[in-house]
T-cell receptor, first 112, second 114 residues
Framework: GDSVTQKQGQVTLSEDDFLFINCTYS??????LLWYVQYLGQGPQLLLK?????NKGISRGFEATYDKGTTSFHLQKASVQESDSAVYFC???????????FGKGTSLVVHP | GPKVLQIPSHQIIDMGQMVTLNCDPV?????FYWYKQILGQQMEFLVN????????KSKLFKDQFSVERPDGSYFTLKIQPTALEDSAVYFC????????????FGKGTRLTVV
C-alpha cells in the first residue's frame, strides 16, 4: 500500500540555521505530495503541495522538490525562525484518490 | 481561510460509555474525514464519507465506530462503547470532491477515556 517515511522524529536548530527534513514515499500511483505543518494545539494545515513530478513547491520560505527518481520530497528552508517550531508532516494523496496518507511527523524546535 | 470546527475541544468519558464527536465542515465541501492521533504519533486515517456513505475505512475504524451527517447538521463520529485505547485526538477534515484538492483540518477533539 501507500506509505510515507520520515526518519527524523525531532530536529533541533537555532535561528537562522538551515533546515532539512527527510521524506520518502512509496506508491504505485502518480501521487500528489504535500507538507502539512501542525502548530501546538492546532490541526494540521497545508504548507505546500506539488502535483507533478520534478516540480518544486515553495511557500513561506519552505521548499520541497517532488523527486520521482529517488521517491523523495524533502523539506528545506534556508533560515529558520523560532516561529517555525511545529510538527511537520509529509503526506501523499494517491493518484485518483482524495485522502492524504501521513508520515510520522518531524518535530522542529528552533531556539532563539 | 476556510475553517473546520470541532466541538468539543476536549471530552472526558468513562470507559464503556458512548461519545459523539461533532464536526462542522467547510460549507461547500462534500468529502469528510476522521483521523486519529495518539499523543506524539502520526495521524492515522480512520474513515472518509461522501454522499451519505462511508467510502473507505481503515482497520482502526472498529465496529464500535460509526459516522453520519444528517442533512444540514454536523458530521459526527460516534464511539459506542468506548475503550481505554480510544483515548487520542480526533481530527475532522473536509475537502471538495476534486482530485489533488486541499484537505482542511479542524483543531481536533481530545478524547480521554478513563
Amino acid at each position: 500500500g501507500d506509505s510515507v517515511t520520515q526518519k527524523q522524529g525531532q530536529v533541533t536548530l537555532s535561528e537562522d540555521d538551515f533546515l532539512f527534513i527527510n521524506c520518502t514515499y512509496s506508491t504505485t500511483t502518480y501521487p500528489t505530495l504535500l507538507w502539512y505543518v501542525q502548530y501546538l494545539g492546532q490541526g494540521p494545515q497545508l504548507l505546500l503541495k506539488v502535483t507533478t513530478a520534478n516540480n518544486k513547491g515553495i511557500s513561506r520560505g519552505f521548499e520541497a522538490t517532488y523527486d520521482k527518481g529517488t521517491t523523495s520530497f524533502h523539506l528545506q528552508k534556508a533560515s529558520v525562525q523560532e516561529s517555525d517550531s511545529a510538527v511537520y508532516f509529509c503526506a501523499l494523496v494517491p493518484g485518483g484518490n482524495y485522502k492524504p496518507t501521513f508520515g510520522k511527523g518531524t518535530s522542529l524546535v528552533v531556539h532563539p | 481561510g476556510p475553517k473546520v470546527l470541532q466541538i468539543p475541544s476536549h471530552q472526558i468519558i468513562d470507559m464503556g460509555q458512548m461519545v459523539t464527536l461533532n464536526c462542522d465542515p467547510v460549507s461547500n465541501h462534500l468529502y469528510f474525514y476522521w483521523y486519529k492521533q495518539i499523543l506524539g504519533q502520526q495521524m492515522e486515517f480512520l474513515v472518509n464519507f461522501y454522499n451519505g456513505k462511508v467510502m473507505e475505512k481503515s482497520k482502526l475504524f472498529k465496529d464500535q465506530f460509526s459516522v453520519e451527517r444528517p442533512d444540514g447538521s454536523y458530521f459526527t463520529l460516534k464511539i459506542q462503547p468506548t475503550a481505554l485505547e480510544d483515548s487520542a485526538v480526533y481530527f475532522c477534515a473536509s475537502s471538495t470532491p476534486q482530485a489533488n484538492t486541499e484537505v482542511f483540518f479542524g483543531k481536533g477533539t481530545r478524547l480521554t477515556v478513563v
